[in-house]
């Protein structure tokens, strides 16, 4: 990974949904590449509907601006100092099937659906195969097998 020129011009941005509720904080020197990435991995991203912008001077001015903003503003998917958890359950529920692409972002999630007794199949081209159960289930098939 590139070493970050703390001197460089940095961004801080704000993502926020339909209803006004901030979703995520950030900085980047580069906000288009960076939505473009947030827009393949984060599972929240179906959700931006407004995007704010604002410059810094330098990196570390950027990075202690997010700090403050992250504390104060409580963004909801920043994994840091938010209720990230709490809120993709609430707005993305595990049901019973996820694909493997699913899965590969969701991952926390289903393990917590099973921790709380459901069964999540995983899915290839529609057809199960696997799946995370709770522990009760897999001792009771292992006994009988």
Do not use: C
């Amino acid at each position: 990974m590139a070493k970050l020129d703390p001197n460089r011009r940095t961004a801080l941005y704000r993502l926020a949904d339909a209803r006004g509720r901030l979703l995520y904080v950030g900085i980047t020197a580069d906000p288009d590449a960076r939505f473009k990435k947030h827009e393949g991995t984060a599972p929240w991203w179906p959700l931006v509907t407004r995007r704010a912008v604002e410059w810094h001077s330098t990196r570390p001015e950027a990075e202690r601006a997010e700090l403050t903003a992250i504390g104060t503003e409580r963004p909801l998917y920043n994994r840091a100092g938010s209720a990230a958890p709490q809120a993709l359950a609430e707005d993305f529920p595990v049901g019973r099937e996820v694909s493997i692409s699913a899965l590969r972002l969701r991952l926390a999630d289903v393990v917590h659906a099973s921790v709380q007794g459901a069964t999540t199949y995983v899915t290839s081209g529609g057809r199960p195969i696997a799946a995370f159960v709770p522990l009760h289930v897999a001792e009771a098939a292992e006994r009988q097998a």
